[in-house]
């Protein structure tokens, strides 16, 4: 059984900063596409932003130059660095990734269950 854990989520006064990590566990074989999603109250899930494999990212504009996405293959985490945060970056946030596992193998797209960002004064 593959796991998402994601932690770091928190309150934070605008302006501030805060790191997500998002652990994967299990029987896993490969980590492929991995990326970080939110969903504000009362609005869609959006991507935030994604990594492939070899490092490659992308970013939602309205995070573009605040947001830092990275992660650690040999530990398989992923990282979100969270910088300038902003009022509306208040969301819950996801981490998904596309898995090979073994025993049974296959190819999943696995979700984590959320952390809470909260930018207020």
């Known amino acids: 059984q593959v796991q998402l854990v994601e932690s770091g989520g928190g309150l934070v006064q605008p302006g501030g900063s805060l790191t997500l990590s998002c652990a994967a566990s299990g029987r896993i074989f490969n980590i492929n596409n991995m990326a970080w999603y939110r969903q504000a109250p009362g609005e869609q899930r959006e991507l935030v932003a994604t990594?492939?494999?070899?490092?490659?990212?992308n970013y939602a504009d309205s995070v573009k130059g605040r947001f830092t996405i990275s992660r650690d293959g040999g530990k398989n985490t992923l990282y979100l660095q969270m910088n300038g945060l902003k009022p509306e970056d208040t969301a819950v946030y996801y981490c998904?990734?596309?898995?090979?596992?073994?025993?049974?193998?296959?190819?999943?797209?696995?979700w984590g269950q959320g952390t809470q960002v909260t930018v207020s004064s």
């Open positions: 990594i492939t494999k070899e490092g490659s990212t």
């Open positions: 998904n990734a596309d898995i090979f596992s073994v025993a049974p193998f296959a190819r999943k797209e696995y």
